[in-house]
């Protein structure tokens, strides 16, 4: 029987267990190693993020890939997410700088950023978004950045080879009758709604349905001729789930060890560091930069 002085006895709940924050190994796992640093530039090797309003969760991790760790280069994944309370719309961006572009990292966090702050004025304005014009705003800020953007007798040409990154924009809304998901891409970064074990994709996809993207990234600051947002419905049983190609090309349709790997994990949201841990799963020759963000409904949750 526990005795009154063994219940208040301060103690440390839930210790870690030995190999407990090990990578999560899928089939066969990467070489083990110390990943080498990124000298003289910004991104942390991985950052991550996670919140809750009265309609939505949100959970977010970009990993540098271990690629990128065992040469010490930087990070060319970012992404960002924010609300924006007048509305309750969750607002998110990610992009995967080009790995050919000696700045992709630089280039991937001008598009997001901007990208970001291009949709929340546009909501303060008017209450809706043009994601169209977002991706304008995003290749003009990289046009125009001061540092990195167009110089003396350069073409947006030149540009594109400094700072070349996709896109993925988009935002998930309440509204009377269920949360909306609107999406604009550029590149080959993709999203999917999760539901009962199955990805459904939402924007064209390298891995089959929806009109297969081509091999060949077309990325910021260029800006596509045709460009549209999807919309559609985030059901109370799903999660949106947004992410570069280190997720996409792994995951491919949903189907394999990957998949299962997200479904039974991400049924329902797990704790931000755990999100992170999950994102960064070990398999052998998947060794892309990793980012992931997820956006869960919480239905019948008073506003």
Do not use: Y
Not at 77 to 98: C, K, Q, R, S, Y
Request: hydrophobic letters at 40%.
């Amino acid at each position: 029987m526990t005795t009154p002085q063994e219940i208040d006895e301060p103690r440390v709940h839930n210790p870690p267990r030995r190999g407990q924050w090990d990578p999560i190994v899928v089939d066969r796992g990467s070489m083990v190693f110390e990943p080498r640093p990124s000298v003289g530039r910004v991104p942390p090797d991985t950052i991550c993020d996670g919140w809750s309003t009265p309609d939505f969760t949100v959970r977010l991790a970009s990993i540098r890939g271990d690629a990128h760790r065992h040469a010490g280069r930087p990070r060319q994944d970012h992404a960002e997410i924010t609300l924006h309370p007048p509305t309750g719309t969750v607002l998110f961006a990610v992009a995967d700088g080009v790995s050919s572009a000696p700045l992709a990292d630089i280039g991937a966090r001008i598009a997001a950023s901007c990208a970001l702050s291009a949709a929340w004025r546009m909501l303060d304005e008017s209450g809706t978004v043009d994601w169209a014009g977002v991706v304008a705003a995003a290749a003009r800020a990289m046009l125009r950045d001061r540092d990195h953007g167009l110089r003396a007798g350069e073409t947006p040409a030149d540009v594109e080879r400094r700072l070349a990154t996709t896109l993925v924009a988009g935002g998930v809304r309440p509204s009377p009758a269920g949360p909306l998901v609107s999406v604009v891409q550029v590149g080959d970064s993709e999203a999917w709604l999760l539901q009962d074990g199955v990805f459904r994709p939402i924007l064209r996809v390298k891995h089959g349905g929806g009109g297969p993207l081509s091999s060949a990234v077309e990325p910021l600051p260029r800006v596509p001729v045709t460009l549209r947002a999807e919309e559609v419905p985030l059901p109370p049983s799903g999660v949106l789930l947004v992410g570069t190609d280190g997720i996409g090309d792994p995951l491919g349709d949903g189907t394999g060890l990957v998949g299962s790997l997200l479904a039974h994990t991400l049924a329902e949201p797990p704790p931000m560091l755990g999100f992170a841990h999950v994102a960064g799963f070990s398999r052998e020759t998947f060794d892309d930069d990793r980012t992931l963000v997820a956006v869960w409904s919480r239905p019948g949750r008073p506003r």
